[in-house]
C-alpha cells in the first residue's frame, strides 16, 4: 500500500548522493512547502540580519564541526532540490530560526509600542502514547504527527541505506545507517517519526524554552543522529554531551533490545557551557523487573506527551501561552488510562475541543496553524510501522503497513 500524499522514496548511496536524491524527487515539494507558509519569507528576513545572520553561523560552524556528513546531506539537498542554500538551511535550522526572530520581533514590539506580540508556539506540535502492558500483550509507540498546513501535502517517506565515507583526511567515519524515516520537503530525515536497523524506534515532539542556545547543535540535527544510535547508552551520551540550541521530547525504545519504553524532555541549560537539561522517565509494565529504579523516574503502564515541559518545567523558562498543548494534555486526563491500542487511538482521535483539537484537520476551528499529517503506530511486537492519514478514530483502514523484518536484518 502506497500513498501519493505520503510517498515513499528509496535512496541508497553516500550522505551526500542520498540527500541529493532525496532533493531531485521532492524538489517541488520543498518549492510548495516554502511558498505555502507564510512564516518563511520572515525566516529568510530574519537570517540576513546581524543578529539572525550571527546566530546561522553558529549554527554552521557547530554542525560542519561535530556531523560534517549530515551538513553534506544539507549541501545534497540544495543542489538536487536547486532551491537556494541559504533557504535550505533555514529549513533546517527551522525551530531555532522561528523562535528567536519571535522573541527578536517581541522585545521590538515592547521597546517601540510596549505592546506584546501572540506567542503561541505549541500549535505545531505533536502527540504520543506509549503503552508497556502485561495485562494486554501491549508495547507500542502511537503517534500524532502534526506541523504546518504547508506540510500536508509535501510530507514523505524516506527509505534509506547509506553508506560510510571517511572525513578529516580519514581521521573520521560517518556510521553506515539503514533506516526508514518520515520527512518534512528539505529538511534532514529525523525530525518525525523513524526506525533504523538496530531498532531504535522513535517520535518526537517539539518543547518550547523561552530562549535560543546559541553556537550549539540546532534541534533538528541531533534529531537527524537519532537515527545512527545503536543502543540507549549511546543515546544516553549522545544527549548528556552534544550542547542543543533548543527543546524537544523523545519517545521510544529498542527492538529487541530492551521490554520498556523511554520518554526524554531536552533542553538547553545556558549556565553551563556545552550542557542539556535532561530529564529520563522508563515507562515499564508492572510485572517487569528494573534495576533503574532508584536512578531514574517510572511511569507504569503508560505515557502521554504533548508539547511542554512536565518534569523540567521548574528549570526550564517555556513560552507563555501553549495553550494548544496544555488543553490536549487536560483532554488526555479526562479519557483516562491507556489500556490498548484502541484506546490510544480513541484519544489521538479526538477532536471534541473546536478550538484545540487532539487529531487536528485542515481549516477547522481556531487552531489552524496545525494540521495532522498523519497517525503513527509502531508495535514492538508485530514489528510493523502502522500509518494512516486520515482520523484513524473515524477510519481505521492504514495507508501504510510497513514490515520492518527486513530493515532489523
Not at 535550522?93 to 505592546?115: D, I, P, S, T, V
Amino acid at each position: 500500500m502506497t500513498s501519493p500524499r505520503i510517498p515513499l522514496y528509496r535512496v541508497k548511496g553516500t550522505h551526500y548522493d542520498c540527500a541529493r536524491a532525496i532533493g531531485i524527487v521532492a524538489c517541488e515539494a520543498i518549492r510548495q512547502r516554502i511558498a505555502d507558509d507564510p512564516i518563511f519569507s520572515n525566516l529568510f528576513t530574519f537570517v540576513r540580519t546581524d543578529y539572525g545572520h550571527k546566530l546561522q553561523q553558529g549554527f554552521i560552524e557547530r554542525t560542519r564541526s561535530l556531523y560534517p556528513w549530515y551538513w553534506d546531506e544539507i549541501r545534497g539537498l540544495a543542489d538536487g532540490s536547486k532551491v537556494p542554500f541559504e533557504q535550505i538551511l533555514v529549513l533546517n535550522f527551522f525551530n531555532e530560526a522561528r523562535a528567536a526572530n519571535r522573541l527578536f520581533e517581541e522585545k521590538k514590539k515592547l521597546m517601540e509600542k510596549n505592546q506584546q506580540i501572540e506567542n503561541e508556539m505549541g500549535e505545531k506540535g505533536c502527540t504520543t502514547v506509549l503503552i508497556n502492558r502485561k495485562d494486554t500483550n501491549t508495547l507500542s509507540l502511537v503517534h500524532n504527527e502534526d506541523h504546518s498546513p504547508a506540510l500536508y501535502m509535501t510530507s514523505y517517506l524516506m527509505e534509506a541505506d547509506i553508506q560510510s565515507s571517511k572525513y578529516d583526511d580519514g581521521k573520521r567515519e560517518s556510521p553506515n545507517e539503514k533506516f526508514i524515516a518520515h520527512c518534512y520537503a528539505g529538511s534532514l530525515p529525523g525530525v518525525a517519526f523513524g526506525i533504523n536497523k538496530h531498532g531504535f524506534a522513535y517520535s518526537l515532539n517539539g518543547l518550547y524554552p523561552n530562549f535560543v542556545g546559541d553556537n550549539r547543535l540546532p534541534r533538528q540535527v541531533i534529531n537527524r543522529a537519532l537515527l545512527s544510535i545503536q543502543n540507549e547508552d549511546e543515546l544516553d551520551k549522545l544527549l548528556k554531551t552534544i550542547p542543543v540550541a533548543f527543546g524537544f521530547c523523545i519517545n521510544g525504545g529498542f527492538i529487541h533490545q530492551s521490554k520498556h519504553l523511554f520518554n526524554y524532555e531536552i533542553g538547553p541549560n545556558l549556565n553551563i557551557d556545552n550542557e542539556n537539561y535532561i530529564s529520563k522517565c522508563f515507562i515499564i509494565n508492572n510485572e517487569e523487573n528494573f534495576e533503574k529504579t532508584n536512578k531514574c523516574l517510572i511511569a507504569f503502564n503508560y505515557l502521554i506527551h504533548y508539547n511542554h515541559y512536565e518534569r523540567l518545567h521548574n528549570v526550564i523558562s517555556q513560552q507563555k501561552q501553549l495553550e494548544s498543548s496544555y488543553t490536549r494534555w487536560k483532554r488526555g486526563r479526562e479519557l483516562g488510562e491507556m489500556f490498548t491500542i484502541h484506546d490510544a487511538i480513541y484519544l489521538l482521535g479526538d477532536d471534541q475541543n473546536p478550538k484545540f483539537p487532539i487529531f487536528r484537520v485542515r481549516n477547522a476551528g481556531e487552531d489552524a496553524n496545525a494540521v495532522t499529517l498523519c497517525t503513527a503506530h509502531i508495535n514492538f511486537l508485530t514489528l510493523e510501522l502502522t500509518i494512516y492519514e486520515s482520523n484513524p478514530k473515524e477510519n481505521d483502514q492504514p495507508t501504510l503497513i510497513y514490515n520492518l523484518t527486513k530493515l532489523l536484518a
